[in-house]
């Protein structure tokens, strides 16, 4: 049924730290991941004001003193991340192991880039293991049915988007006919970038027809608008519904080689790389 077993099994001091840093079930643990989340809402924070000008002028070494106290945190974290599990390739590709990478890569880029530390901002990302720490595994398990949801109304969606955008270029450029540069339509792009705020109804009011003609036309935009918002949302619901009837329980045990979480209860494999749960 699986692929032939790894034999690189999580054992030893590698265990004791697998289960510290991936699992939830023991006190080590949980403690373990609010301390985690503390620290990252704080370097989160230390972000948010390092790029108000006001605070930066006045503690900006404070900041830039706090932000590589973090970064190197997360980065013996990381390092300490794929030291206990038994493929660390496949817990760096995962979303959580490129999030945990991406968490501290900016630091070490803006030593040339400068500009770039405001992407720690993704940190925030990784508040996401609150889920794991208040034991909610049943938003776990909501968050994989609208995934699947999702993938499997791609192509609907994409469907629907082409002919969105089919008909905002048309409208526009019926728009661009009728009223011209006289009244701000200056361009065909600039006419459709109209047909989209409209056909959104967001409405910005930058630019707005002034014939009787052009406000009929706009006035049945706004109308197809509203009904067009209805559609993608059908789309999703009605896959959200299939997903939902076949979906089961799930547990909170994390794969010791790929560190995947979210199994089906019952599992004693991981679906993703075929270890013994």
């Not at 400068?114 to 993704?122: D, F, H, K, M, S």
């Not at 988007?161 to 270029?169: A, E, I, P, Q, R």
């Not at 019926?174 to 009244?183: A, F, M, Q």
């Not at 065909?188 to 052009?214: H, M, R």
Request: glycine fraction near 6%; hydrophobic fraction near 50%.
């Amino acid at each position: 049924m699986f692929q032939k077993q790894d034999k690189r099994t999580v054992s030893g001091w590698r265990k004791v730290l697998f289960e510290v840093i991936f699992e939830t079930d023991t006190p080590a643990g949980k403690w373990f991941d609010v301390i985690l989340i503390i620290n990252i809402v704080a370097s989160v924070a230390v972000v948010m004001l390092d790029s108000v000008a006001s605070i930066r002028d006045k503690a900006g070494s404070v900041l830039q003193v706090a932000e590589w106290f973090f970064t190197i945190l997360f980065t013996v974290e990381y390092i300490l991340r794929l030291l206990c599990v038994g493929r660390p390739s496949r817990y760096a590709a995962s979303f959580f192991g490129l999030v945990d990478l991406l968490a501290i890569a900016p630091t070490y880029v803006s030593l040339l880039l400068p500009g770039t530390r405001y992407l720690l901002i993704v940190r925030i990302l990784r508040v996401l293991r609150i889920f794991r720490i208040l034991k909610l595994g049943a938003c776990m398990q909501e968050a994989r049915v609208l995934k699947q949801a999702l993938l499997a109304s791609r192509r609907k969606i994409f469907v629907f988007l082409f002919t969105v955008l089919t008909m905002v270029v048309i409208l526009g450029s019926l728009l661009y006919l009728i009223e011209g540069p006289k009244y701000g339509f200056t361009s065909i792009p600039k006419s459709v970038y109209w047909a989209i705020v409209t056909l959104t109804t967001v409405g910005y009011g930058d630019i707005s027809p002034q014939t009787p003609l052009g406000q009929l036309l706009a006035s049945g935009i706004m109308i197809l608008g509203y009904s067009i918002i209805a559609v993608p949302t059908g789309i999703v619901t009605v896959h959200l519904a299939e997903e939902t009837r076949k979906e089961g329980t799930v547990s909170r045990q994390a794969c010791p080689q790929c560190s995947l979480e979210g199994h089906d209860s019952d599992a004693t494999h991981c679906k993703h790389c075929g270890a013994k749960l």
